[in-house]
């Protein structure tokens, strides 16, 4: 039994309203759960939809974070993968009923009862889900991923949503050699899905509105890189694409021309998600290229794991700019304005 209860967080009381540094109780530990310490955790963009009830209503006070890494301080008696002080990483999802069909094929991500997320949730005894803007963390050890030895705390903690949110679909949609894949929006989720992709052997196309990026981009390994708005470049690449993956959406976006770029039965992965919902998508291009529109929601254990293993032989990993976990406050801040190249971490030991 772990007597050690209680943690303390930046938390949201409400919309617009600033984080606030307080103590909150952690989940009943139960003989399936993991506790650790938190000393990384990554700012996502789910973290300010959530602060701002972007995507439904959020139940607050909420402490957000889901690209969290800390080192094991208790185990359950049933957890037999971890151990104390192991490095561990958690990402968006935290529980499963680990029961129904999906589950038990390995898609705990797509839980046909509920997936609990890390934060602004509750687990099946009812207790509130918090995310890792925090000192501690408790949850199910089926959702609790041990750190490559070779990986640094800091590069892992992003791998847990934003890195898995991307590898995952390239993986189900079978990239390999001899591919070529677009992505569009080079940002945080973007940087890891050109990376992605030519570690899986297949050549990476950033696709950007601007040219501000382009030295990144080849930093980061493209073959190439596109204007959007470049008519004769776009022209020059229309239908070699064997998949885009789109990580930037807006309410101008333009379908037919992404589609134009397509081989017939290529793949649109969709892994952008907008407040309002998707408009405009053509028919006629869609059927007649015979293109799959995919939609992908994070990523399974299974993802996770092989998504960390793969990396740790390949050296895929963040760009990063680190903030102390004390000046959360700010770092939300510059995630607000844009200014992460191209994750932030908050770091509990600056």
């Given at each position: 039994?772990?007597?050690d209860?209680?943690?303390?967080?930046w938390?949201?009381?409400?919309?617009?309203?600033?984080l606030?540094?307080?103590?909150?109780?952690?989940?009943?530990?139960?003989e399936?759960?993991?506790?650790?310490?938190?000393?990384?955790?990554?700012?996502?963009?789910?973290?300010?939809?959530?602060?701002?009830?972007?995507?439904?209503?959020?139940?607050?006070?909420?402490?957000?974070?889901?690209?969290?890494?800390?080192?094991?301080?208790?185990v359950?008696?049933?957890?037999?993968?971890?151990?104390?002080?192991?490095?561990?990483?958690?990402?968006?999802?935290?529980?499963?009923?680990?029961?129904?069909?999906?589950?038990?094929?390995?898609?705990?991500?797509?839980?046909?009862?509920?997936?609990?997320?890390?934060?602004?949730?509750?687990?099946?005894?009812?207790?509130?889900?918090?995310?890792?803007?925090a000192?501690?963390?408790?949850?199910?050890?089926?959702?609790?991923?041990?750190?490559?030895?070779?990986?640094?705390?800091?590069?892992?903690?992003?791998?847990m949503?934003?890195?898995?949110?991307?590898?995952?679909?390239?993986?189900?949609?079978?990239?390999?050699?001899?591919?070529?894949?677009?992505?569009?929006?080079?940002g945080?989720?973007?940087?890891f899905?050109?990376?992605?992709?030519?570690?899986?052997g297949?050549?990476?196309?950033?696709?950007?509105?601007?040219?501000?990026?382009?030295?990144?981009?080849?930093?980061?390994?493209?073959?190439?890189?596109?204007i959007?708005?470049?008519?004769?470049?776009?022209?020059?690449?229309?239908?070699?694409?064997?998949?885009?993956?789109?990580?930037?959406?807006?309410?101008?976006?333009?379908?037919?021309?992404?589609?134009?770029?397509?081989?017939?039965?290529?793949?649109?992965?969709?892994?952008?998600?907008?407040?309002?919902?998707?408009?405009?998508?053509?028919?006629v291009?869609?059927?007649?290229?015979?293109?799959?529109?995919?939609?992908?929601?994070?990523?399974?254990?299974?993802?996770?794991?092989?998504?960390?293993?793969?990396?740790?032989?390949?050296?895929?990993?963040?760009?990063?700019?680190?903030?102390?976990?004390?000046?959360?406050?700010?770092?939300?801040?510059?995630?607000?304005?844009?200014?992460?190249?191209?994750?932030?971490?908050?770091?509990?030991?600056?």
């Open positions: 039994m772990c007597t209860n209680t943690f303390h967080g938390s949201s009381a409400g919309k617009g309203e600033p606030e540094w307080r103590e909150f109780e952690l989940k009943q530990f139960e399936d759960d993991v506790q650790m310490d938190v000393t990384h955790c990554g700012i996502c963009g789910s973290d300010i939809h959530t602060l701002d009830s972007g995507w439904g209503p959020t139940e607050y006070p909420c402490v957000v974070g889901h690209e969290i890494v800390g080192v094991v301080t208790a359950g008696k049933n957890v037999t993968r971890l151990k104390v002080g192991d490095r561990a990483g958690v990402g968006a999802q935290c529980g499963s009923c680990l029961e129904c069909d999906n589950c038990k094929q390995g898609q705990e991500n797509l839980c046909e009862r509920r997936a609990i997320l890390t934060y602004n949730d509750r687990w099946a005894n009812g207790d509130k889900t918090y995310g890792g803007y000192t501690k963390w408790r949850g199910h050890h089926a959702f609790v991923f041990k750190v490559p030895d070779n990986m640094e705390s800091d590069i892992a903690a992003s791998f949503c934003a890195g898995v949110t991307v590898y995952a679909p390239l993986r189900r949609a079978n990239v390999k050699p001899g591919d070529k894949v677009g992505v569009i929006g080079i945080g989720l973007g940087h899905a050109v990376q992605w992709a030519k570690a899986m297949a050549q990476s196309v950033a696709l950007s509105s601007s040219d501000r990026k382009r030295e990144d981009a080849k930093a980061l390994g493209c073959d190439d890189y596109v959007t708005s470049d008519v004769d470049a776009m022209k020059k690449h229309a239908g070699t694409f064997t998949h885009i993956l789109c990580t930037n959406f807006s309410n101008n976006f333009d379908w037919g021309l992404y589609f134009s770029l397509i081989k017939h039965n290529g793949y649109f992965i969709m892994v952008a998600l907008p407040e309002e919902p998707l408009t405009g998508i053509p028919a291009p869609l059927a007649f290229r015979q293109i799959n529109l995919i939609g992908s929601f994070i990523g399974s254990p299974k993802d996770i794991e092989e998504m960390l293993e793969f990396a740790a032989k390949t050296d895929v990993k963040p760009w990063i700019n680190k903030y102390a976990l004390k000046d959360a406050p700010a770092a939300v801040q510059a995630m607000r304005d844009g200014k992460p190249r191209y994750r932030i971490v908050l770091d509990a030991s600056l």
